[in-house]
Every structure is written in C-alpha cells, then in structure tokens.
C-alpha cells in the first residue's frame, strides 16, 4: 500500500520541482483522450494485461490503469466489450470505468505482434485486498 504525505505538505514541493526540472523526470507519461497522467509504479499484471498507478499530471489525482495488449482485433472487441461493461453496471461493489483510449502501436516490428494497446483508467483505491482477511 502506498502511503503518500498529505497534500499540503507535499503539493508546494511537487510544484517546485517540476517548475525547474519541466518534467516528469523519466517516469513514463500516458495520455488519456487529452489528460495526462504519470506512471508511478506497476501494481500487478496477469496473461494479457498489467495493472499501473498513475498520477494526474495537473491535479495529482491516483487512478490505475490497466493496460490490455491487443494482438488481434477480436482482443480488441473483446477488451471494448470489457469497457462497455464496466459502464452499463451500475452497482456499489462494481468499480466505475473512468476513460478509455485505443493507443496504437508505433513500433510495428517483425517480431512484435501487438497491434494495439487497451488503456481503461479505473479509480485507485490505496487498498490492499490481502490486507482485509
């Protein structure tokens, strides 16, 4: 669990520091249909998808991120399919999808057969479910 200082403390000093560095110092930056967000650490992962905790850029909000990697367009669909239904159910034990961005891959290598990646931006909760039992 990350446990992070209160906003007060920590906010005039973020500030500051990105004011003279400009930038997020190497941490990767994802952009998410206009809203930028960094890459704080990997929270998990599993066959075909990991799991990232992000930053707003702006306002220092934690969101996760899953990341799906597409390998065919049927992934594609069916990572979509995913998306709509974290949408359509509408239950307090159900997480709420925030955004949702198709990026597609630049590096097309002989090698490489992603096709695309499937970012859904869910909230963060800063909870641990092995910490509860």
Do not use: W
Not at 6 to 24: E, I, K
Not at 73 to 84: G, S, W, Y
């Amino acid at each position: 669990m990350i446990r992070r200082p209160p906003r007060s403390t920590l906010f005039p000093y973020t500030t500051l520091f990105r004011s003279v560095m400009g930038c997020a110092c190497a941490k990767e930056v994802l952009e998410i249909n206009g809203k930028k967000y960094i890459v704080r650490q990997r929270l998990g992962e599993g066959g075909f998808s990991y799991v990232d905790l992000l930053e707003d850029y702006i306002n220092h909000t934690l969101y996760a991120v899953k990341r799906v990697t597409v390998h065919s367009k049927e992934d594609e669909v069916k990572a979509l399919n995913e998306v709509e239904f974290y949408r359509r159910v509408l239950h307090p034990n159900v997480i709420k999808c925030v955004d949702c961005v198709v990026k597609n891959d630049e590096n097309t290598d002989d090698d490489d057969d992603v096709l695309a990646e499937v970012l859904i931006l869910l909230p963060y909760y800063g909870v641990n479910v092995d910490d509860k039992f």
